[in-house]
Antibody
Framework: EVHLVQSGAEVKKPGESLRIACKGS????????ISWVRHMPGKGLEWMGR????????IYSPSFQGHVTISADKSISTAYLQWSSLKASDTALYYC????????????WGQGTLVTVSS | EIVLTQSPATLSLSPGDRATLSCRAT??????LAWYQQKPGQPPRLLIY???NRATGIPARFSGSGSGTDFTLTISSLEPEDFAVYYC??????????FGQGTKLEIK
């Protein structure tokens, strides 16, 4: 059975760095792209970018380019989303999702990681 | 960037009613449009891909239609578990995606 399990909630201060994780299991990790999606409180979903674990090709939404980095360690089937300097406006719930290869829909999702940035 | 606008923002209906949700794109996305359902405290669930194809395990009461810039998600007869937020998503430029802002389907 396919699972995406994300790392736990984080509380950080502005200016701090952070990396959150998304571990895939039950499928060949390198055969499916991974996307990250932001869900801010009371707002809609925002696509942040996608990553191809087979060749590390990454593309970002213009809204997130330069603000986050998406990567993965395929040896442990884990994708990452990281910030070098957090802002209060990064406070949100972050989801990883697998992109289905034939439909390009997001067919499996992680449970979400809540990131709170506050001084 | 392609922008998706969903309407209405909120739809108030009763169980057994027919629900019609709209998604409009600022430029053609062909049929590269998906619909997701999200319930409180849960991640989104893929309902429809490529405008009209139901994802695995999705009940037949959910259907999608449209092409180009105008799309519709129809729920033929609402069940209590269908009250949720619905998002459309495009991948016209297949390297990149965008979501609509969502339609909240609430119990009247």
């Amino acid at each position: 059975e396919v699972h995406l399990v994300q790392s736990g909630a984080e509380v950080k201060k502005p200016g701090e760095s952070l990396r959150i994780a998304c571990k895939g299991s039950g499928y060949n990790f390198t055969s499916y792209w991974i996307s990250w999606v932001r869900h801010m409180p009371g707002k809609g979903l925002e696509w942040m970018g996608r990553f191809d674990p087979s060749d590390s090709y990454t593309i970002y939404s213009p809204s997130f380019q330069g603000h986050v980095t998406i990567s993965a360690d395929k040896s442990i089937s884990t994708a990452y989303l990281q910030w070098s300097s957090l802002k209060a406006s990064d406070t949100a719930l972050y989801y990883c999702a697998r992109i289905q290869e034939s439909s390009y829909g997001f067919d499996y999702w992680g449970q979400g990681t809540l990131v709170t940035v506050s001084s | 960037e392609i922008v998706l606008t969903q309407s209405p923002a909120t739809l108030s209906l009763s169980p057994g009613d027919r629900a019609t949700l709209s998604c409009r794109a600022t430029q053609s996305v062909s049929t590269y449009l998906a619909w997701y359902q999200q319930k409180p405290g849960q991640p989104p669930r893929l309902l429809i891909y490529d405008a009209s194809n139901r994802a695995t395990g999705i009940p037949a009461r959910f259907s999608g239609s449209g092409s180009g810039t105008d799309f519709t998600l129809t729920i033929s007869s609402l069940e209590p578990e269908d009250f949720a937020v619905y998002y459309c998503q495009q991948r016209r430029n297949w390297l990149m995606y965008t979501f609509g802002q969502g339609t909240k389907l609430e119990i009247k």
